[in-house]
C-alpha cells in the first residue's frame, strides 16, 4: 500500500470516527436535556457537560423542591454508571450546591441540595429569621425530598432504579446521615455519618457559651496571649505548651510516640495538677503562662458546658485538640480565612435557637464593645446575651425538635431495612465532642440493641480517628475511602473491621495504620526497637485489639 493510500484511509477513518462520536455525543446531549421534560419533577435546566479536570462527563441536571430547595444530580453516563446512587452531605449551615465529582467518576449518580436556602443572600443562620418552613428544610426535609427527587431523575434518565442507594456525609453531613436513618430509614440501604454535628442545639449553644468564656472581663479568659485587651491574640504559646504538656503526659500511653494520643479517654492529665507550673507569678498575665482566669477557661473547655447550677449540657473537648482552640474559640481578624466559632454560631441564638427569634445580631459579632440596640424597628440581640439556662430550662426545645438528630432507636432502619450505618469521628475534633458520638452508638446499643454489643456491630459500627480534627487534618492518618467499606458492607455483607487511613505531607503519605472498629484500638506489633520510626509505622504493623 502507497503511502498516499494509507493517508488516504487514516483521513477516512478519521472522518468516520469523528462522525460517530458526534452523532453518540448529539444523542447523549438529547438524553440528558429531555430531562426537562419530566412530568412530576420541576427540572430548571439538563445539559451534557464534557469532561472539565476531575469532573468527568456527565449529565448536569438542577432541578427545585417548593418552596426553596433547589438540587443538583449530576448523572454518569449510561456506560459509566455503576448502578448506584449517592446522597452528598453539606457543610455548616450549607445554603449552596456541593459538588462530588470524584464519585461521578467511580460511577455514582449523586444528588445534592442547598437545603431550602442560599448563603449569598442568607449568610450564617439568617435564611431562620421568622422563618419556619426554612428551618424544617434544613433541619431534616431537605435531604429526604432530595433523595426522592434524585431517584426520580435517575429512574427517567436511565431507565430504572438504583440498585442501591447511599448517603456520605461529614459534620452537618454527618448529622444529616442520622437524621435520615432516625426519620426516614426507607430512602438509604447504608449511610456513612463522620463526625456528626446531631446534638445541633448543645452544640451551638456550647460554641457560645465557650465564646462567652474566652471574652469575659475584657477577653481576661482568653487562653492566649493578648497584649492590648483588644480580643486578637498576638501568641498562642499558651495553648502549645498546653498540648505539649498534654502529649508528655499521655502520647506514649498507646505504645509509640507519634505526636498523638491514641484514646483521649485513658489520659489521666488534670489542668490543675498538671498545669501549676504554668501559672503566672502574682497572676500577671504574660504570654508564657496562665493566669487563674485562663485556667478555668481551660477546664471549662475539657468540661463542656454547663448552666448556673451545675447541670452538663454537652460533653467537652478531648485531651490532644488544644491546637485548633486558638482558630476555633478565640477571636481573629476578620477575613483571617480562620473558621472561628464566631462566624459559625454567633447568629445562630439569634435565628435557630428560641421558637421566637430575639432580634437580628450587630454587624460585627466580634466588637463586644457594640451597644446593642434592642428598640429598634429591627431590634438587634447578640450572642454575648445569651444565658445558657435558656438551654436547660427548655426555652430551645421547638427548635431542638427540628434540628437534632439524636433518637436512639433505629429499629426501622437498621432491622427491618436491613441497613447499615458507619459513623466515625476525630478525636482531636474541637468543635462537635468525640465522647458524644461514643455516647450516642453507646445509647443506640441500649435502646436498638438491648445492649447487645455483638448484634449492635452487625448493623453499625463506629471508628474513632486518632489525632483527626474536624473530618480531616492533623498529624495522623486521616485518609480513607469513607464509602468503599460501606459498599462492600452493604453489597457483600463484609463487615468493617478496621480502615486504613494515611496521612501525607507534601502530598507524599508519611503515615499508615489501621483505625479498628469500636471498642478495638490498634496496637503497633511490629519491630519493637522501631515503634518511634516513623519509617514502620505502615498498616501491617497494627493489630484491633
Known sequence: MSQRVFVILLAVAWVVQTGVQAQVDSEAQAACRALVGIPNLTILSAELREADGSAPQQCYVRGLISPAIHYHVQLPLPSDWNGRFLGWGDGGKDGDLDFADHRVAEGY???????????????????????????????????HVMANAGKSVVRAYYGKDAEYSY???????????????????????????????????????????????????????????????DGLFESVTKLRRIHEMVLEKCDALDGIRD?????????????????????????????????????????????GPYDSQGISILRGKSFGSELDWARRYIPQPVNSGSPSQV????????????????????????DLSHRVDGQGELPEWAWWNYDIDDFTAGRGALMSSIMDAVDPDLESFLIENKGKLILYHGWADPSPPPLATIDYYQEVARTTFSEDMTRTREHTRLFMIPGMGHCRGGPAPDEW???????????????????????????????????CAYPEQA???????????????????????
Request: hydrophobic share 30%.
Open 109 to 143: 449518580a449523586v444528588a445534592n441540595s442547598n437545603t431550602g436556602h442560599d448563603s449569598g443572600s442568607e449568610p450564617g443562620a439568617s435564611f431562620g429569621f421568622n422563618n419556619r418552613q426554612a428551618e424544617i428544610d434544613f433541619g431534616y426535609r431537605a435531604v
Open 167 to 229: 448517603f456520605e456525609g461529614c459534620s452537618t453531613g454527618g448529622k444529616q446521615g442520622l437524621m435520615e436513618a432516625q426519620r426516614f430509614p426507607d430512602d438509604f440501604d447504608g449511610i456513612v455519618a463522620g463526625d456528626p454535628v446531631n446534638h445541633y442545639q448543645a452544640l451551638n449553644i456550647s460554641h457560645v457559651w465557650n465564646l462567652q468564656r474566652v471574652s469575659q472581663n475584657d477577653f481576661a479568659g482568653m487562653p492566649a496571649y493578648d497584649a492590648d485587651s
Open 259 to 303: 505526636g498523638v494520643i491514641d484514646n483521649p479517654q485513658q489520659c489521666d492529665f488534670d489542668p490543675e495538677r498538671d498545669l501549676a507550673h504554668m501559672m503566672c507569678p502574682g497572676d500577671e498575665n504574660s504570654s508564657e503562662c496562665l493566669t487563674r482566669t485562663q485556667l478555668q477557661t481551660v477546664k471549662d473547655f475539657y468540661t
Open 343 to 366: 462566624s459559625v454560631s454567633g447568629d445562630h441564638i439569634n435565628f435557630l435557637f428560641y421558637e421566637e427569634d430575639p432580634g437580628i445580631p450587630p454587624a460585627d459579632l466580634q
Open 481 to 515: 475511602d469513607k464509602l468503599a467499606p460501606l459498599v462492600e458492607w452493604v453489597e457483600q455483607g463484609k463487615a468493617p473491621d478496621h480502615l486504613v487511613a494515611v496521612h501525607r505531607t507534601d502530598g507524599v503519605v508519611d503515615n499508615e495504620r489501621r483505625i
Open 523 to 545: 496496637v503497633y506489633t511490629g519491630p519493637s526497637e522501631g515503634r518511634n520510626d516513623p519509617a514502620n509505622w505502615v498498616e501491617e504493623n497494627f493489630r484491633c485489639r
